[in-house]
């Protein structure tokens, strides 16, 4: 066959392979209809190693890459969980008969949770001054309410967040009323006169970001505020889905969420400032480049993507934040002096400490269920 037959043979078993992944998806409902049925959890870590292992060896006997069958099946596994985990959403339809009104829900995770209500059976009704969310009944501004919904959802930048917590309070809403802020600290006063008001109150924040479908290894953090039933119906949202919960109070939250969004953040915008203002042009670097400077400029770059606006008031807005920005200055202080002084025992003895704690964090994610 010449070049222009091969590559029409090649089309041809493209094809096919979506029949087969069609049809591997249509087999995961199946799937979730009888795991729902029998009780069985949706997910079986054991079930998916065997999957994984009998790939590799099917793969190795066909004289394929078992590490390119490996990856091609984590792919399938985690489309068929998606599959399984919206069916089970659905299914449950847990907010049938039951309204919801989402402040902000034309913007990227208001819009995520007007879905994800949505799929639950909740009727949405969106208000934004932005723009309106597609499928949804759409206010521009949420005092036109009645504010008589089963479930408020407050989804607005920080600043306004707390604003419009403050404001809710006055109106006493019949609902559990929980806002999706990435920090808690600038919503102290709003959460407050809540749950003095009387208002089935909590909080919550997702650990993930608007373009994810799959729950599975992701977190949703619920703060305590007092009030069990609001507690109970914002954790009973996440139920049919593989999310795994925490639940915790306002200073331990926002005390970890200083190391886990504001270091984080901190450490990428500061590699790439340095890289900016070394004078070392992009494609330049990309001919020298290696595995570990990929892997963190790939992280860099997604966090140079995001809201300048959104990340200073993180570092900025955490009552927590200085902590760990001195812990980041701390640390690049002590890798500094002990190669400027040619001290090897003491840069040895900060990647052994690494090492020891990285370990530590991998055993204790290897134990979770």
């Known amino acids: 066959m010449n070049l222009d037959e091969l590559r029409k043979q090649l089309d041809q078993l493209d094809q096919q392979l979506l029949q087969l992944v069609a049809a591997r998806q249509s087999t995961s409902r199946e799937i979730a209809r009888v795991k729902r049925a029998t009780g069985v959890p949706t997910r079986d870590y054991g079930r998916e190693r065997e999957v994984l292992l009998a790939a590799r060896n099917y793969a190795q006997n066909l004289g394929v890459s078992p590490d ?54 909740f009727q949405v009704e969106v208000a934004d001054p932005r723009a309106a969310a597609t499928g949804f009944k759409h206010i521009l501004d949420w005092h036109d309410s009645r504010l008589d919904q089963d479930l408020i959802v407050v989804a607005a930048p920080l600043g306004a967040t707390n604003t419009i917590l403050s404001e809710l309070a006055t109106h006493k809403p019949r609902g ?23 208002v089935a109150v909590t909080s919550l924040h ?78 330049r670097l990309v001919r020298l480049s290696s595995t570990t400077f990929d892997a963190q400029f790939d ?46 025992a003491r840069f040895s003895a900060l990647m052994r400490r690494g090492h020891e704690y990285v370990q530590g964090r991998r055993d204790a994610a290897a134990l979770r269920p």
Do not use: C
């Not at 559990?176 to 009387?198: H, I, N, Q, T, W």
């Open 68 to 121: 390119v069958a490996e990856t091609v099946m984590r792919l399938l596994i985690r489309t068929s969980l998606t599959t399984q985990e919206q069916a089970s959403v659905a299914a449950q339809a847990s907010g049938s008969g039951r309204r919801a009104l989402v402040i902000g829900g034309a913007g990227k995770m208001g819009a995520w949770f007007a879905q994800f209500l949505g799929s639950q059976g």
């Open 176 to 198: 559990v009323v929980f806002d999706l802020g990435s920090l808690k600290s600038p919503l102290r006063a709003g959460l407050e006169a809540l749950r003095k008001a009387g």
């Open 206 to 283: 997702p650990m993930f970001g608007p373009d994810t479908e799959l729950l599975s290894g992701r977190h949703v953090i619920f703060i305590d505020l007092g009030h069990a039933d609001a507690l109970r119906q914002a954790r009973a949202l996440f139920a049919p889905t593989m999310a795994e919960q925490a639940v915790m109070g306002l200073d331990e939250h926002d005390r970890l969420i200083a190391y886990v969004l504001g270091l984080s953040h901190a450490l990428n915008i500061a590699f790439f400032t340095a890289l900016a203002e070394s004078g070392e042009a992009a494609p």
């Open 299 to 344: 992280i860099a770059s997604k966090v140079a993507e995001e809201s300048p606006e959104l990340y200073f008031e993180i570092q900025r807005l955490n009552d927590f934040g200085a902590e760990s920005l001195d812990a980041l200055a701390r640390a690049v202080e002590s890798v500094r002096s002990a190669v400027l002084a040619g001290d090897q």
